[in-house]
């Protein structure tokens, strides 16, 4: 785990070198891992609140035009996508159970 951990008023904080955010950055952009899962390796916790896009943001990898851009490209697929057989018999099946618990 990276950075140098101190305590002030029972609040935990970490303090992350340039070098290290880049290679968290650096690891992120190449391992196609989720940044909650990047995040995790390097701190040991949990949530990231962001922060690795935000340093994506500093550093010039990434704009917050193509944030928008990216964000609403994969929200468009992921509307646009045709439900799996397995996901309309659930949403079927669903709807029934809902029927027989309001009629």
């Known amino acids: 785990m990276l950075g140098l951990k101190g305590e002030t008023k029972s609040q935990e904080f970490l303090k992350i070198s340039e070098a290290e955010k880049r290679q968290i950055v650096e690891d ?3 391992s ?8 995790e390796k390097y701190t040991g916790r949990k949530e990231e609140h962001g922060q690795i896009l ?3 943001r500093e550093y010039g ?9 990216i964000t609403f ?3 468009n697929s ?4 045709q439900p799996s ?12 159970l809902k029927r027989r618990i309001w009629h």
């Open 85 to 96: 057989k397995q996901e309309l018999v659930s949403d079927f099946e669903y709807l029934q």
């Open 28 to 30: 992120y952009l190449q």
């Open 73 to 75: 490209v994969s929200l």
């Open 54 to 56: 935000r340093w994506m």
């Open 78 to 81: 992921r509307m646009n996508k």
């Open 61 to 69: 990898y990434l704009s917050k035009d193509e944030q928008k851009r």
């Open 32 to 39: 196609g891992l989720t940044k909650q899962a990047i995040w």
